[in-house]
């Protein structure tokens, strides 16, 4: 029965995906530090473990590696792990397994094996995240043949990725965003796959395409709407699926505009961005580009420093602007108005 | 029998740390402290019980729940509370947060939020002592969750090898986050037995008894400043707070009050208040308050980071 007008939380539509898959294949489990805890990883694994039993719901010891390899074993085996980390910055535990045999399994032994894995985890950011819970990693899994990494920005994309993450027959990094989980949208509740290596085009506009990443779609929209009222019209572009990518999306965007702007949750050396930027550079003639993300430092955890760190939706439009607008003077929306409602809400310690 | 000086100093050292910890909780729903504060408090005994055989040279090493060890080994408390709310004249300037705390005057290692990685680094702090040949040890103090890692069995297998002068003490509250050590081991009493199998000698105290863990860690001590190698230390504990945040999370849905009372019943504080004349009680908790409050002024008084700072110290 379909009922597309029914709003779900980011984290709720998380959850939807796995019960729905874990019913429909037996094959499926969800394993992880906590992840059959009273919370359940913010709720987005909460009750499963009562429905689905501590065999295929279960917590692990703090042995990130070894059960990243113990995974692997698993998927070749047969079985479809969905491995989850309460933060991106834990998975640099597991770059050995997921680089050096994930990645390169079927490939390296013939097309005989397959790694049907799903490694999910959560970005960090404000609250003295800091150094080590706040990093976005996404860029070292895209310099990997053989990784998909996807990282849905609503809850739409979050249950549809998610479910066709699981039923990939690789390796997929999925990036979610501590921020996004309290976010809505409408969501089916029927099963249904966000195919990977299309991307969305979120807002249509003429003078300048704005390509966001994982939350930084968010910040975009925003942004966009604050350049609307001065009469700058962006289109906003949401890759969803970082490996495979959908350039073809972005060059005719950028094509049309001739000036693109990505803004990344990830630093832009070598990053996200860097990528996009080079794709679109060889392929559009006379395109005017900008990249933002992290600043290129450490994240710091002093409220004032970090506000410097990460784009918002200020500096966004600002950028934005001046590549629509060049020659003119400089323009920055009122901050109070950069604001967005989940950052308004959101409290610590998580 | 412990002297009378121990005792004092033993008390004034883990109410320093409670009193610390308390007040932060309390602040905390002011949102001054913007940092996810991981609380010792029930636990502080440890720290204090080791850092208290420990001399200026020594060095110790900890987790994203280092404000006991912190304050045991000497480092300054305006630093930590000002780290907590995010000023320059914090610790680290700002930049580090409740997890990420430093005092390298007082000897104490920078401490980690990512679990496990301080026990190789303190095993590197202690090759480097075993190089300058000075006696000088370090001990390292880590979670129950901590000893799964693959970087813990693989330091003590070098910190074996090499015979290197450092103390791992193992704090075993039974817990990591939510998880009851017995759903992450099949021998949840093992982890000595894990370390003796590695070549490091290992003892467990189960009780939490502040002189039990300082004459334990007097005795490695003693012995590594004699060119003997590593030593473990299990410490059983709880902790009486939340994982993380300044409230207790009894009934939440992982753990009874039930559990905690006889640790509570068995508060190190009251037990050496107990051992004290009362009148010397009172002017150490005199001090005590007075100090914590002035620290409360200075982090409040205290200026936010400089915008530069964002970029300062990427590279040294
Ligand atoms: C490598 C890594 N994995 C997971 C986490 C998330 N995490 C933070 S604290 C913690 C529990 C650690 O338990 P334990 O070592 O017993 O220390 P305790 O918090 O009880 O003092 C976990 C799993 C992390 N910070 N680092
Ligand atoms: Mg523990």
């Not at chain 1, 013939?110 to 404000?126: A, E, F, N, Y």
């Not at chain 1, 289109?235 to 094509?255: F, H, K, Q, R």
């Not at chain 2, 009851?180 to 467990?204: H, M, Q, Y």
């Not at chain 2, 207790?248 to 009372?261: C, I, K, N, T």
């Amino acid at each position: 029965m379909s009922s597309p007008d029914r709003i779900l939380r980011y984290v709720d539509a998380l959850r939807e995906a796995f019960d729905q898959e874990m019913a429909r294949d037996p094959s499926v489990f969800v394993f992880g530090l906590d992840v059959d805890d009273y919370l359940g990883i913010q709720g987005s694994t909460k009750g499963l473990v009562d429905k689905y039993g501590p065999e295929r719901v279960f917590t692990t010891p703090l042995s990130e590696d070894a059960m990243t390899g113990i995974a692997i074993g698993a998927a070749m085996a047969g079985m479809r792990p969905v491995h989850v980390h309460i933060r991106m910055d834990f998975m640099l535990l597991c770059m050995n397994q997921l680089i050096n045999i994930a990645a390169k399994a079927h490939y390296m032994w013939g097309g005989q094996v397959k790694v049907p894995l799903v490694v999910r985890s959560m970005i960090g950011k404000s609250w003295g995240q800091g150094a080590q819970h706040s990093q976005g990693l996404h860029s070292l899994f895209m310099h990997i043949p053989g990784l998909k990494v996807v990282a849905p920005s609503n809850a739409y994309d979050a249950k549809g990725c998610m479910l066709a993450a699981i039923r990939d027959d690789n390796p997929v990094i999925v990036m979610e965003h501590r921020l996004l989980y309290a976010t809505e949208a409408p969501v089916p509740v029927e099963p249904y796959a966000v195919e990977f290596g299309k991307a969305r085009i979120c807002r249509k506009g003429d003078d300048v395409t704005v390509v966001g990443i994982s939350n930084m779609v968010m910040e975009a929209i925003r942004a966009a709407e604050l350049l609307a009222e001065v009469g700058v019209e962006a289109e906003v572009i949401d890759p969803v699926s970082l490996v495979p990518l959908d350039m073809a999306t972005i060059i005719a965007s950028a094509n049309r505009t001739k000036r693109l702007l990505i803004v990344d949750n990830g630093w832009t050396m070598c990053g996200a961005s860097a990528e996009i930027a080079a794709q679109a550079a060889e392929a559009c003639e006379g395109l005017r580009i900008r990249r933002m993300g992290f600043a290129p430092t450490t994240c710091p955890t002093a409220p004032n420093l970090e506000a410097g760190f990460y784009p918002n939706p200020g500096t966004i439009a600002s950028a934005a602007w001046s590549l629509a607008r060049p020659g003119t003077a400089a323009w920055a929306p009122s901050p109070e108005r950069t604001k967005l409602a989940y950052q308004v809400q959101f409290k610590g310690p998580f | 029998m412990h002297s009378k000086d121990t005792i004092s100093r033993l008390y004034r050292s883990v109410l320093r740390i409670r009193r610390f910890e308390e007040v932060a909780a309390d602040i905390y729903p002011s949102d001054k402290i913007k940092s996810p504060v991981h609380l010792a408090i029930g636990q502080e005994q440890v720290s204090v019980g080791v850092c208290d055989v420990l001399e200026d040279g020594d060095w110790v090493g900890g987790s994203y729940r280092s404000h006991a060890m912190h304050l045991a080994k000497g480092g300054t408390m305006n630093g930590l509370m000002a780290e907590m709310f995010g000023k320059e004249t914090g610790c680290c300037r700002g930049k580090g947060g409740s997890m990420h705390i430093i005092d390298v005057g007082a000897g104490v290692m920078g401490s980690s939020a990512v679990v496990g990685t301080q026990i190789p680094m303190a095993t590197g702090y202690a090759l480097a002592a075993k190089a300058a040949g000075r006696g000088r040890v370090v001990a390292v103090f880590f979670g129950d969750g901590a000893s799964e890692e693959g970087c813990f069995y693989e330091s003590l297998n070098f910190a074996a090898l090499r015979k290197l002068p450092i103390l791992f003490v193992c704090e075993n509250n039974g817990y990591a986050i939510h998880e009851p050590l017995a759903k992450r081991r099949a021998r949840p009493e093992g982890i000595c037995a894990v370390a003796e199998a590695l070549g490091v000698p290992a003892t467990r105290i189960d009780d939490g008894d502040i002189f039990a863990i300082r004459d334990g860690a007097a005795k490695a001590v003693a012995a590594m400043r004699a060119g003997q190698g590593p030593v473990l230390m299990e410490a059983c504990v709880y902790r009486w707070r939340q994982h993380v945040g300044p409230d207790e999370d009894y009934g939440a849905g992982y753990r009874e009050r039930v559990e905690a009372e006889p640790w509570m019943a068995a508060d190190q504080v009251a037990k050496l208040a107990a051992l004290m004349a009362p009148g010397q009680c009172d002017a150490i908790k005199a001090e005590i308050e007075a100090e914590v409050a002035a620290s409360v002024r200075f982090a409040e008084e205290s200026p936010i980071p400089a915008p530069q700072e964002l970029f300062s110290h990427v590279f040294a």
